[in-house]
């Protein structure tokens, strides 16, 4: 069981180059997440899927696509990397346990992104 | 104004102390509080959380809320060098849909 799994574990870009980020759980879940984290301003949402073939925009979609594959992936594209997007993406997927309130959210290890 | 506030420190603290790490927030509807564990170069887990005020006891950690001054509070008794990490609270108005975090507060425990 390896959790949530994302490739690739760091990549440079160019500005205005493309690329996706992979994301894969295999835990079942419904429910997947991208983040991205940076200094000072903590965790955004990108985008999340509440189960498979939907998709919804989070607090800073501007410049990125998600595609929900299957139950299991969850990818996120940039079309046209930005210096501004330089980044580390974590991808997330989440369940209520039996006998929980609370729907958890578990988080891969991230992709460090950097655009130059 | 963020809906949620975190001092990022860093705090430092040796060894056996007791930490307290706190969030405050401005969304009323909010009734779902976590609070995320983060090493380096990883990504978060949840240590714990809380539904509506009181508090939580987990071990050597205390989470408690305060709805009424939209406060909640982490305590780490006996703090370890393992505990060294970036803590991130977490909130949410109900318990399946997406959260809003903290800035996280990196703590490090010096032996």
């Known amino acids: 069981n390896a959790g949530v799994t994302q490739t690739p574990k760091f990549q440079v870009l160019k500005t205005g180059q493309s690329m996706t980020l992979q994301c894969a759980q295999d835990?079942?879940?419904?429910?997947m997440y991208w983040y991205r984290q940076d200094p000072g301003m903590g965790l955004r949402l990108i985008y999340y899927s509440a189960s498979e073939g939907t998709t919804d925009k989070g607090e800073v979609p501007n410049g990125y696509n998600v595609s929900r594959l299957n139950k299991r992936e969850f990818s996120l594209r940039l079309e046209s990397a930005a210096p501004s997007q330089t980044s580390v993406y974590f991808c997330?997927?989440?369940?209520?346990?039996?006998?929980?309130?609370?729907?958890?959210?578990?988080f891969g290890p991230g992709t460090r992104l950097l655009v130059l | 104004q963020k809906e949620v506030e975190q001092d990022p420190g860093p705090l430092s603290v040796p060894e056996g102390a007791i930490v307290s790490l706190n969030c405050t927030y401005s969304?009323?509807?909010?009734?779902?509080f976590m609070w995320y564990r983060q090493y380096s170069r990883k990504g978060p887990e949840l240590l714990m959380y809380t539904y509506s005020s009181g508090n939580k006891e987990d071990g050597r950690f205390t989470a408690q809320v305060d709805k009424s001054s939209k406060y909640i509070s982490l305590f780490i008794r006996d703090s370890q060098p393992s505990d060294s990490a970036t803590y991130l609270c977490a909130m949410s108005a109900f318990g399946n849909e997406k959260l809003t975090f903290g800035t996280g507060t990196r703590l490090t425990i010096i032996p």
């Open positions: 997330a997927s989440s369940e209520v346990a039996v006998g929980a309130i609370l729907e958890t959210q578990y």
């Open positions: 835990m079942n879940h419904n429910s």
């Open positions: 969304n009323s509807a909010f009734q779902y």
